[in-house]
C-alpha cells in the first residue's frame, strides 16, 4: 500500500473505528474480492463493534492499494460519506496490471472498451503528463458508486482531450468505476437541431439492435429519455465523455443521474445542471521540458540532441501546445529549418490579431503563416478557401465536396494533409468527418485573404447552386444543416443580392429551414441583411421578416403546421400570400385542402414579434435598457436571455429551485435579478451567468423584482405574498426600507422612470403609488372598479392584477389583468386603451426604454411584443363565442353578441355591421337567427328567451321558463318554434307564436347543445356524457346514447344517417356506425412529441360534408378529416383558442367561427 494511503488509514484510526459498522463493508471488501472468508470470521470474533473495527482496519494495513479503494467505496456506498472524504485525497491510482498487455502498457480489455466507445488514440506525437492524468483519474473514482459531473477544463489546445483519454486507459478505474464502458461523444459548438443529430447518432450507436425503438429520437427530450433508458437498461455504470462542451444548456440533454465527464473551456458550464461536481483545471502552458519533449519526438532526436534554437522556440511558443506542435510538424518535414523557423518567430512580421488574451497571439499567427506557406501550391489554394468558415463551427465533408466538386475520397485526402500539418482538426464521431478551424487559425486566414473574401464567398455559393440547382438539401443529407444555417451568410458576405433575396424571399426555404432550426435564426438574417435586402424590395423583407415574427411560436409545434396556409392568413398585399396563394393553387390539382380568410382585412396585428422560449408558464419578461436584449423566466424554473429583434436565445440558467416568477435588468444591463417561489431573490450577472447576490429577508414566495433606472445608486424593489414591498441597495445585504399597507399578497412593483415613486399592484384588486424616499403611500387605485358591470359575469368580478409598467414619460401606467391590458393616464386616471392577444392569463407587461414598444408574458408559454402606438388606436371590439350563422345564397349573416350586452348582424363578406339591440340588463348568454332572415332571437343569464323582429329591431316576444341561465337557441325551419336549452338541464320547445310549449326532461346534467334533426325530431348532449334523441311534438326519448366518460361537448349525424360523431372532454372525436354502434376513427389521438391533443383543447363541435367523406371540427383551432381514413386534411390555426362551435354552408365550402378574443373568421375552402 502506498504510504500516503496507510498514514491517511492511521491519521483517521480513532474515527474510523468509533464509527463503522463493519458487517455491511466487509460485504463489499469480499465482494471484490480484497478480503478473504477467513478475515471476515476474524474480525467478528471480536467482542465490541469499536474492537470489531480495529480489526479490520488492521488487516487493511497489511495489504495493497486496491483494499484501500475497496474500503473508501465500501464507506461510500454505505452512507459514511464524512469518513470517505477524509481518506479521499490519499487513493492510490492504480498502474494497469491485466495480463495481456501491449507494448504501451495498455491490456486488450482496454483497448476494446475504448475503441467501441469512440475514444480517441493517442497523437502521433505524446507526451505525458502524469500529474495532470492521476487527478483526472482521482476525481473519476468518487463516480464509482453515484453519478455526478468531472469537469476538465483549460483553454484551447491545452490537451484537455488528450489528457482525458489517456486518463481513461487503466484498466482498474474502467473495471472496477465503469464496468459499463465508456461512451465519448465530440460535442463541440452545437444549435438545438445539431445537439439533437449528436443523441440520435448516439443512440443508434448505443441501441445498434433496436430493442428500443426502430426510429431516431424526433426531439430533445425524447432523446434524452431515450438515453436515459439505454444507460439504465443496457449500460449501468457507464461513463459518458462529452468532449468540447461550450454551452450549459446542452449538458440537461444528458443530466440523467449518470457519470459524466466533460471537456470544456468555461470552468461554470455545470453550473446548470445537478449532482455531484468534481474540477480539473489544465493549465494552459506547458512547462519548458514538455515543449522540448515535443519537439525531440517530432524530429525524432533526444533532448540532449536538439539545437540549441530548440529552446528559444518553445520560448516563443510560449508554452502553447498547440503551437509548439505546428513548428514541430513543420520541423519534421524541413529538420534543417531551426534557425529560419525561430526568425520567423522572432521577427514578428505579421499582423497581431484581435483575440481573447487568453490566447498567444504572436506565436500562433506567425507559426501559421509559416504552416501555410510550406504546403503545395495547389494545396494552399484549397487552404485559403477555408477562409469564407465561420468560427466554431465544424463543416462536414460533403460542403466541402461540393465547393471543390470532387468526390469524398479526394477530398479527405486533401484535408487530411491540412490536418497532418496542424492546420486543421477533424472530428470523427463513428463514420462521419467533420472538419473546422482553431479560431485563431481562422482569424489568421481571413486578416490574410481580407481581399479575396467576397470572390471566395461567391465561389461557395456558385458551386451550391451548381450542385443542388433549384432543389432545397433534405434533412437526409449530411451538410444540410450547413447550407441552413450558413448559405445566406455566404451569399451576404459576397454581396450576391439577386441571390439573397431570391433565398429569403422564398416560402420553400423559409419551410425548410423552420421546420428544422426554428424560425428564430430566420429573423435575425432578416435584420442582419436588411440592409441588402432592402435594395430590392424593403417591402417584401418586412413581408417575410412580419410573417416569422407574428407564426414563429406556431413553427416551433410538432407536427409541423402547414407553412402554405399560414401564409394565406397573411395580408393579400403581402408577398407572403401571393407565393402562398401560387403554391396553393398548384397542390390543389394534387387533391390538396387550403382555405382563404375572407375577412382577415378587419384584422391588424398589433403584435409585432410572438416568441416561445419556455417549455411552461411565463411569468414574467423584460426589455434591456438598450432595447437589444429581454430576459424571460417562468414555471420551467429558467432564466432565459434573448435577441430582441429575433428572438435567438443568449442565455439559459437554471436559477431557482421552484417556479422563477420575476427577471428584471439593472439600469446598466450589467446585473439581471430574479425572485422566485422559493423566497429567495437572485442577482446574476447578465452576460455570463455567474450568481452575484442572493436576498432571503421575505417570509413568502417573492412575486416581483425592479431596478431602479439610475446608475448612481443600483435599488432593488421586491414584493411578496407576505403583503410588503421591500427596497434594497445592491451595495448592501439588508434591505434598506419596507413598505407597508396592502392587505393582501402583493403581486407586481416597479419604478417610476424618474424613481421617484415605486407603484404597486395586489389581490387585495388595488393598484398603490408610494415615494422611494420617504416610503410613504401616495394614491390608491381601485382596479376592481373597471371590470364591474363591463364583459364579465358578475361572479367573475374579482379581479387580480398581475402586473404594471410605465411608458417612458411618466404620462402612462399599463396594467395586465386576466387576458386583457389597459393603459390609463397617470394625470387623469382615465382609460386610454383596451387589448387583448394572448390564449391565456397575462402575467407581465413591460415597456421597451423609448417607450415605442411593449412585450407580455402569459400561461400561453408565448412572449409578445407590441407597437405601442398600435395598441392606443385600436378599438377593443370584443364579441362573445355564441353565435348563429345564415348562409344565403352567396351570401355570410352572422348573429353576433357583442361585449355581451349587444347584438349585432355582420355581413362576413363585406364586414358591414348594423347594430340590433340597445344594452340589455341581463347578461346576452347565446342568439338565433331564422333561415328567412326575418327574425333573431336571443337566450339571456336570467334564463329568458327573446324574439326580435330584424326589420325594425324590436322585441316583441319573450318568454322566462328556465330556472337557470340559457345557453344555447335555434328557431325550427319555419321559424315558427323557439327551441332553447339551459344549464338546469332542460330544453325548452316554445311555439313563440302561439305561446305554446314543452320541457324535454332526461339530462342528468347541464345540456351543452342540441342539434335539429328531420321528422320533428331533435339530438341533444350533456355534460352527464350522454346523447339523446327526442320527438319534439311529444317530449319522448327515441333513442339514448352513451358514449363517452367525460361530459359530450358535440355531436353530430352525417347527412346519409350511416355515420354519428361525438366529441367528449376527454379531447377526443369519434366517429361510429348508427347501425352496428361500432368505433370506426377516434381523429385526435395524442402527439408523442408534445403530449397535446391534436386539437389544442377540448373538441367542441364538429360537422360532416354532404358526401360525408370530409369532417370539420374545432377545440383549440380548426382541423378538417378525411372521414375514410381518420387523416387530418388541414389545420386553421386562429389567433386565439377554445372556440366553441363551427358554422358551415350546405356546400361545405365556407366556415364561421369566433375564437376565445372575440375574433369572427369567415373561412372559404380554396378552389
Given at each position: 500500500m502506498d504510504v500516503k494511503s496507510r498514514n491517511h488509514l492511521l491519521l483517521n484510526h480513532e474515527a474510523l473505528i468509533r464509527d463503522i459498522k463493519t458487517s455491511y463493508i466487509m460485504d463489499h471488501m469480499i465482494a471484490d474480492e480484497v478480503l478473504t472468508l477467513q478475515e471476515e470470521e476474524k474480525v467478528k470474533a471480536q467482542t465490541t463493534q469499536k474492537e470489531r473495527a480495529a480489526m479490520l482496519i488492521k488487516i487493511i494495513l497489511a495489504k495493497d492499494n486496491y483494499s484501500y479503494i475497496s474500503f473508501y467505496n465500501a464507506l461510500l456506498h454505505e452512507g459514511y460519506k464524512d469518513l470517505a472524504a477524509l481518506l479521499q485525497d490519499a487513493i492510490p491510482i492504480i498502474s494497469s496490471c491485466n495480463g495481456n498487455k501491449s507494448m504501451d502498457g495498455v491490456t486488450s480489455y482496454v483497448r476494446t472498451v475504448l475503441c467501441e466507445g469512440g475514444v480517441p488514440q493517442r497523437p502521433v506525437v505524446f507526451v505525458t503528463r502524469p500529474k495532470l492524468v492521476k487527478a483526472i483519474q482521482q476525481k473519476l473514482y468518487n463516480l464509482r458508486n453515484e453519478p455526478g459531473w468531472v469537469t476538465v477544463y483549460g483553454m484551447a489546445g491545452c490537451g484537455k482531450s488528450v489528457l482525458t483519454a489517456e486518463a481513461l486507459q487503466d484498466h482498474h478505474l474502467l473495471e472496477d468505476c465503469f464496468p459499463g464502458g465508456v461512451h465519448w461523444v465530440s460535442v463541440g459548438k452545437q444549435d438545438k437541431a445539431g445537439l439533437l443529430m449528436k443523441l440520435q447518432n448516439l443512440c443508434s450507436r448505443l441501441d445498434q439492435d433496436f430493442s428500443l425503438s426502430q426510429r431516431p429520437p424526433l426531439n430533445i427530450e425524447e432523446a434524452k429519455d431515450r438515453l436515459r433508458l439505454l444507460i439504465l437498461r443496457k449500460y449501468p455504470r457507464c461513463l459518458m465523455v462529452l468532449d468540447d462542451i461550450w454551452d450549459s444548456w446542452v449538458l440537461k440533454a444528458f443530466d440523467n443521474q449518470c457519470q459524466v465527464l466533460i471537456t470544456s473551456r468555461d470552468r461554470s458550464v455545470t453550473d446548470s445542471v445537478t449532482g455531484n461536481k468534481y474540477e480539473i483545471p489544465v493549465e494552459s502552458g506547458l512547462a519548458h521540458d514538455k515543449g522540448l519533449e515535443i519537439l525531440s519526438l517530432f524530429v525524432n532526436m533526444k533532448i540532449t540532441d536538439l539545437p540549441e534554437e530548440a529552446d528559444s522556440i518553445v520560448g516563443e511558443c510560449k508554452g502553447s501546445p498547440l503551437v509548439v506542435s505546428l513548428i514541430g510538424a513543420l520541423l519534421r518535414d524541413f529538420p534543417n529549418r531551426w534557425e529560419y523557423y525561430l526568425r520567423q518567430l522572432q521577427n514578428k512580421q505579421f499582423k497581431r490579431i484581435r483575440k481573447s488574451s487568453s490566447y498567444d497571439y504572436e506565436a500562433l499567427d506567425e507559426a501559421m503563416s509559416m504552416s501555410v506557406e510550406m504546403l503545395n501550391e495547389n494545396f494552399k489554394d484549397y487552404y485559403k478557401d477555408l477562409s469564407v468558415l465561420q468560427k466554431d463551427v465544424k463543416v462536414p465533408t460533403k460542403v466541402l465536396c461540393i465547393l471543390w466538386d470532387m468526390e469524398t475520397e479526394e477530398v479527405e485526402d486533401i484535408l487530411q494533409e491540412f490536418v497532418n500539418k496542424s492546420l486543421l482538426f477533424c472530428d470523427r464521431n463513428g463514420k462521419s468527418f467533420h472538419y473546422y478551424l482553431h479560431d485563431l487559425q481562422l482569424d489568421f486566414l481571413t486578416e490574410k485573404n481580407r481581399d479575396q473574401l467576397q470572390e471566395l464567398h461567391k465561389k461557395i455559393v456558385n458551386q451550391y447552386k451548381k450542385h443542388y440547382k433549384l432543389h432545397i438539401p433534405t434533412p437526409a443529407q449530411e451538410d444540410c444543416m450547413y447550407w441552413y444555417n450558413f448559405l445566406a451568410y455566404h451569399m451576404a458576405s459576397a454581396t450576391m443580392q439577386n441571390e439573397l433575396c431570391a433565398l429569403m424571399f422564398s416560402l420553400d426555404w423559409i419551410k425548410a429551414k423552420t421546420e428544422l432550426v426554428g424560425p428564430a435564426h430566420l429573423i435575425h438574417e432578416y435584420v442582419e441583411y436588411s440592409h441588402i435586402l432592402d435594395q430590392k424590395d424593403s417591402i417584401v423583407r418586412e413581408n417575410f421578416q412580419e410573417f416569422l415574427s407574428l407564426n414563429g411560436h406556431l413553427l416551433g409545434r410538432k407536427p409541423f403546421p402547414n407553412i402554405i396556409q399560414l401564409g394565406l392568413c397573411q395580408p393579400e398585399t403581402s408577398e407572403v400570400y401571393q407565393q402562398a396563394k401560387l403554391q396553393a393553387q398548384q397542390e390543389l390539382v394534387k387533391g390538396a385542402f387550403y382555405l382563404e380568410w375572407i375577412n382577415k382585412k378587419s384584422m391588424k396585428n398589433l403584435s409585432r414579434l410572438v416568441v416561445r422560449p419556455h417549455t411552461d408558464a411565463v411569468y414574467h419578461a423584460c426589455f434591456s435598457k438598450d432595447g437589444q436584449r429581454i430576459a424571460s423566466c417562468g414555471a420551467d424554473k429558467t432564466l432565459q436571455v434573448f435577441k430582441a429583434k429575433s428572438g435567438e436565445k443568449l442565455l439559459e440558467i437554471k436559477a431557482h429551485d421552484d417556479e422563477v416568477l420575476c427577471c428584471a435588468f439593472s439600469a446598466d444591463d450589467r446585473f439581471v435579478a430574479t425572485c422566485s417561489v422559493d423566497k429567495k431573490v437572485k442577482i446574476w450577472n447578465s452576460r455570463t451567468g455567474q450568481l452575484v447576490q442572493v436576498y432571503e429577508e421575505h417570509g413568502e414566495q417573492v412575486n416581483c423584482c425592479q431596478f431602479n433606472n439610475t446608475n448612481d445608486q443600483l435599488l432593488l424593489a421586491t414584493c411578496s405574498n407576505d403583503t410588503y414591498i421591500k427596497l434594497w441597495d445592491l451595495n448592501k445585504k439588508h434591505c434598506r426600507n419596507t413598505m407597508f399597507g396592502h392587505l393582501n399578497s402583493v403581486s407586481h412593483c416597479r419604478f417610476s422612470p424618474d424613481d421617484k415613486y415605486v407603484a404597486s399592484c395586489s389581490a387585495d384588486g388595488t393598484l398603490k403609488l408610494w415615494e422611494v424616499c420617504s416610503a410613504n403611500e401616495l394614491k390608491t387605485i381601485d382596479i376592481k372598479d373597471f371590470f364591474r358591470n363591463a364583459d364579465e359575469h358578475q361572479d367573475d368580478v374579482e379581479v387580480l392584477v398581475k402586473c404594471c409598467s410605465w411608458s417612458a414619460n411618466c404620462a402612462t401606467i399599463m396594467v395586465a389583468a386576466k387576458n386583457r391590458l389597459l393603459l390609463w393616464n397617470t394625470e387623469s386616471f382615465l382609460k386610454v386603451a383596451d387589448c387583448r392577444g394572448h390564449l391565456s392569463w397575462v402575467h407581465c407587461v413591460t415597456f421597451s426604454p423609448d417607450g415605442s414598444l411593449f412585450l407580455t408574458s402569459s400561461d400561453d408559454q408565448t412572449i409578445r411584443i407590441w407597437e405601442s402606438s398600435k395598441v392606443c388606436k385600436s378599438s377593443a371590439v370584443v364579441?362573445?363565442?355564441?353565435?348563429?350563422?345564415?348562409?344565403?345564397?352567396?351570401?355570410?349573416?352572422?348573429?353576433?353578441?357583442?361585449?355581451?350586452?349587444?347584438?349585432?348582424?355582420?355581413?362576413?363578406?363585406?364586414?358591414?355591421?348594423?347594430?340590433?339591440?340597445?344594452?340589455?340588463?341581463?347578461?346576452?348568454?347565446?342568439?338565433?337567427?331564422?333561415?328567412?332572415?326575418?327574425?333573431?332571437?336571443?337566450?339571456?343569464?336570467?334564463?329568458?328567451?327573446?324574439?326580435?323582429?330584424?326589420?325594425?329591431?324590436?322585441?316583441?316576444?319573450?318568454?322566462?321558463?328556465?330556472?337557470?341561465?340559457?345557453?344555447?337557441?335555434?328557431?325550427?325551419?319555419?321559424?315558427?318554434?323557439?327551441?332553447?336549452?339551459?344549464?338546469?338541464?332542460?330544453?325548452?320547445?316554445?311555439?313563440?307564436?302561439?305561446?305554446?310549449?314543452?320541457?324535454?326532461?332526461?339530462?342528468?346534467?347541464?345540456?351543452?347543445?342540441?342539434?335539429?334533426?328531420?321528422?320533428?325530431?331533435?339530438?341533444?348532449w350533456s355534460f352527464d356524457g350522454t346523447v339523446k334523441v327526442w320527438n319534439i311534438c311529444t317530449g319522448k326519448i327515441e333513442e339514448d346514447f352513451v358514449c363517452h366518460e367525460?361530459?359530450?361537448?358535440?355531436?353530430?349525424?352525417?347527412?346519409?344517417?350511416?355515420?354519428?360523431?361525438?366529441?367528449?372532454?376527454?379531447?377526443?372525436?369519434?366517429?361510429?356506425?348508427?347501425?352496428?354502434?361500432?368505433?370506426?376513427?377516434?381523429?385526435?389521438?395524442?402527439?408523442?412529441?408534445?403530449?397535446?391533443?391534436?386539437?389544442?383543447?377540448?373538441?367542441?363541435d364538429l360537422c360532416f360534408s354532404p358526401e360525408s367523406n370530409m369532417l370539420v371540427s374545432c377545440g383549440g383551432y380548426l382541423k378538417w378529416w378525411n372521414v375514410t381514413t381518420g387523416e387530418s386534411l388541414q389545420t386553421f390555426y386562429t389567433n386565439g383558442t377554445n372556440l366553441k362551435s363551427i358554422y358551415v354552408s350546405p356546400s361545405f365550402k365556407v366556415y364561421v367561427t369566433i375564437d376565445n378574443l372575440g375574433i369572427l373568421y369567415v373561412l372559404q375552402m380554396l378552389e
Open positions: 364579441l362573445k363565442r355564441e353565435l348563429d350563422v345564415v348562409f344565403q345564397d352567396d351570401e355570410v349573416m352572422v348573429l353576433a353578441i357583442l361585449n355581451q350586452k349587444h347584438l349585432q348582424l355582420i355581413n362576413g363578406n363585406t364586414g358591414h355591421t348594423d347594430y340590433l339591440t340597445e344594452a340589455q340588463e341581463s347578461l346576452i348568454c347565446c342568439c338565433c337567427l331564422s333561415e328567412d332572415l326575418q327574425y333573431a332571437a336571443f337566450g339571456e343569464e336570467n334564463g329568458t328567451v327573446k324574439v326580435l323582429k330584424l326589420s325594425n329591431k324590436r322585441v316583441f316576444k319573450s318568454r322566462t321558463g328556465h330556472e337557470k341561465s340559457v345557453q344555447h337557441c335555434q328557431f325550427t325551419s319555419d321559424g315558427q318554434t323557439l327551441i332553447s336549452s339551459s344549464d338546469d338541464s332542460t330544453i325548452q320547445v316554445w311555439n313563440w307564436q302561439s305561446e305554446e310549449y314543452i320541457f324535454l326532461k332526461g339530462h342528468k346534467e347541464a345540456v351543452k347543445n342540441f342539434r335539429l334533426l328531420e321528422n320533428s325530431r331533435l339530438l341533444s367525460d361530459a359530450v361537448l358535440s355531436c353530430a349525424i352525417s347527412p346519409d344517417a350511416t355515420k354519428f360523431s361525438s366529441t367528449s372532454a376527454d379531447k377526443t372525436a369519434k366517429i361510429w356506425d348508427v347501425s352496428r354502434g361500432e368505433l370506426l376513427h377516434l381523429c385526435s389521438p395524442v402527439t408523442v412529441d408534445e403530449g397535446e391533443s391534436t386539437h389544442g383543447g377540448w373538441v367542441t
